[in-house]
């Protein structure tokens, strides 16, 4: 999933790492992440206690990672893909099985998160779950309110899908995910067909739904929102969990009056895992297993999640993880919610195309 967090982020974790790779150090590690998607200060200590050097890259689509998996030859080491695009992937055969015997910090996952990656990766023999989330509805309290009033439904899916709610939001912005894999989806719950459905006159009626509030979406974009809510330019977003609160935070540090809030459908939604995983042909795949491991520490990976504002699904971690990010049940959704969760599952070829089809026409709005 794309995440846009901290500006600054990545232009530190490049000077950090631009001058790394020295000839008297051979081994080197490749990485290849989400834009902005750790803390820098992992990479310092990382380096600093395996005297491992990085090169880490960063990228903000699954399809720009697809891209380079598919062409068999990625030039990296350990790659971060959503679990949607990890189940494609294993299909196309572009991973090699994870050892686990090299990952002694597998002990902390949580077992119930292990069993729903099944779905995508049967057995979790491809991936390690890194950080998770779920596509919701982030906005501005005191923008919705003026549009629609002290009862605007932003804990429902009908604050986008209803064309009379969303028309009223037209005049402060309302942006969607650039994602026919996550958006799709909620179209269809939203019609109550299948989220994952292999029938292509279903994406039809959901290309119907979709076009129906087009004239009132401002942009489709994966990573343009986050900045733009924070900055009170858009009212309302459909994007991932964790973006709103460094959305938020991001408010708050320029002190510009903006409040940015979030909330998760009472009708379910989507959840996501970001995973990691080793390419075939890894130049350093006994070092991705260092990596990975290290990144299975507790310790190491609470402060992750309070910087990127995701949980994370190391049972041992959450006590460390901040209060405000563990106790928002929009972020670390309670049980109750969790039942009315799904996963995303890649599609048979005839209903893939007739999604494309329909994206296609709901982004020009013909």
């Known amino acids: 999933m794309i995440k846009l967090k901290r500006l600054f982020a990545p232009l530190l974790c490049s000077a950090l790492f631009a001058g790394a790779v020295q000839a008297d150090e051979p081994r080197t590690l490749r990485v290849y992440n989400w834009f902005d998607y750790i803390t820098p200060q992992t990479l310092v200590d990382f380096k600093n206690d395996t005297k491992v050097n990085l090169v880490y890259d960063i990228f903000d689509t699954n399809e720009a990672l697809e891209a380079k998996l598919l062409t068999g030859n990625s030039g990296y080491d350990v790659v971060v893909p959503s679990n949607v695009f990890l189940a494609k992937q294993i299909e196309a055969g572009v991973f090699q099985p994870i050892d686990r015997s090299k990952l002694p910090n597998w002990q902390h996952l949580d077992p119930?998160?292990?069993?729903?990656?099944?779905?995508?990766?049967?057995?979790?023999?491809?991936?390690?779950?890194?950080?998770?989330?779920?596509?919701?509805?982030?906005?501005?309290?005191?923008?919705?309110?003026?549009?629609?009033?002290?009862?605007?439904?932003?804990?429902?899916?009908?604050?986008?899908?209803?064309?009379?709610?969303?028309?009223?939001?037209?005049?402060?912005?309302?942006?969607?995910?650039?994602?026919?894999?996550e958006i799709m989806p909620l179209a269809l719950q939203y019609l109550g067909l299948p989220p994952n459905s292999s029938t292509p006159a279903d994406y039809k009626k959901a290309e119907e739904l979709m076009l129906k509030i087009r004239p009132h979406v401002t942009y489709f974009h994966s990573s343009k929102y986050m900045a733009d809510i924070a900055n009170g330019d858009i009212c309302v977003a459909v994007g991932y969990s964790g973006s709103f609160s460094q959305a938020a935070n991001r408010a708050k540090e320029a002190n510009n009056g903006v409040v940015v809030d979030m909330r998760l459908p009472k009708e379910g939604a989507p959840i996501w895992f970001d995973m990691l995983a080793i390419p075939k042909g890894a130049a350093n795949p006994q070092d991705a297993h260092t990596f990975i491991n290290y990144l299975l520490q507790p310790k190491v990976i609470a402060p992750i999640s309070d910087f990127v504002g995701y949980p994370n699904p190391n049972k041992d971690a959450t006590d460390a993880v901040s209060p405000a990010i563990r106790n928002n049940p929009n972020l670390y959704p309670t049980e109750a919610a969790m039942a009315k969760l799904y996963t995303l599952q890649p599609l048979a070829r005839d209903a893939e195309r007739a999604r494309t089809r329909a994206w296609t026409k709901i982004k020009s709005g013909t």
């Open 112 to 181: 119930k998160l292990m069993k729903l990656i099944e779905a995508n990766d049967p057995g979790n023999k491809y991936g390690v779950p890194y950080m998770y989330g779920t596509v919701l509805i982030g906005f501005n309290p005191a923008k919705v309110k003026a549009a629609l009033g002290d009862n605007a439904p932003v804990d429902s899916w009908d604050l986008i899908f209803k064309e009379e709610n969303i028309a009223k939001l037209k005049s402060c912005g309302v942006a969607l995910l650039d994602s026919p894999s």
